[in-house]
């Protein structure tokens, strides 16, 4: 079975500067999807980054980028520039190939941006 | 507002009551799975369903959980007999199903059993 985890429960980070949370997963498929969701105190989950493990090009989404390591099984979030708004609890995801394609959640890290 | 739907927001139900936690999939969307997030937590898998089949129902409970997504209307996730172990926030996501595309997921239910 696939497992994700994320081994920092907290981070923080000052307003302007940048931050890395830490993933990594473990899977015996050759194709799968990664994700990284952001859950505000709102508690809505948000879609942040996705990664296909075929593409060997990290992700980046404006200020969010990934480091992706597919021979580690590592993936991590950079975000550059933190903002205020980017304080929130953060999941990596793992989704396989085929079947259910369900979401494997790590337990999450909990990010404050500090002003 | 196209987003994934859910109702009701917060539902607090006595112990041995039912729970029924609705979803509405994004437009366009047949696909649909239920999550579960316990205080603390990440979120874990519970179901995945198409219009009137249940394709992956690994992550539920063995008992007094059920779901269903009929031809027309919401998809139900269904609590008989709830108790306070069930306190949680369910989470609906909805897909296209087209292969691999990405899960948008709606705002959750928050269900507290007293």
């Known amino acids: 079975a696939q497992t994700v985890t994320q081994s920092q429960p907290e981070m923080s980070v000052q307003e302007a500067e940048t931050v890395t949370l830490s993933c990594t997963y473990d899977?015996?498929?050759?194709?799968?999807?990664l994700f990284w969701y952001k859950q505000p105190p709102s508690r809505q989950m948000i879609l942040v980054i996705r990664?296909?493990?075929?593409?060997?090009q990290n992700a980046t989404e404006n200020r969010f980028s990934v480091n992706f390591q597919k021979a580690a099984k590592s993936f991590s979030l950079k975000i550059s520039d933190s903002q205020l708004g980017d304080a929130a609890m953060y999941f990596c995801a793992y989704s396989g190939q085929g079947g259910s394609e369900k979401l494997v959640f790590g337990k999450g890290t909990k990010l404050t941006v500090n002003p | 507002n196209a987003g994934v739907m859910q109702n009701p927001r917060h539902l607090v139900r006595r112990r041995g009551q039912e729970a029924r936690l609705r979803c509405s999939p994004m437009?366009?969307?047949?696909?649909v799975y239920w999550y579960r997030q316990l205080p603390e937590e990440g979120l874990k898998f519970m179901v995945y369903?198409?219009?009137?089949?249940?394709?992956?129902e690994s992550g539920m409970p063995k008992e007094r959980f059920s779901a269903e997504f009929p031809k027309e209307g919401p998809s139900i996730l269904r609590i008989q007999q709830v108790v306070r172990g069930d306190s949680a926030a369910y989470f609906c996501?909805?897909?296209?199903?087209?292969?691999?595309?990405?899960?948008?997921f709606g705002p959750g239910t928050r269900l507290l059993v007293l």
């Open positions: 899977t015996s498929e050759s194709d799968y999807y």
């Open positions: 437009k366009g969307h047949s696909h």
């Open positions: 990664q296909e493990a075929y593409k060997q």
């Open positions: 996501a909805s897909s296209s199903g087209n292969f691999q595309e990405t899960q948008y």
């Open positions: 369903l198409q219009k009137e089949n249940i394709i992956d």
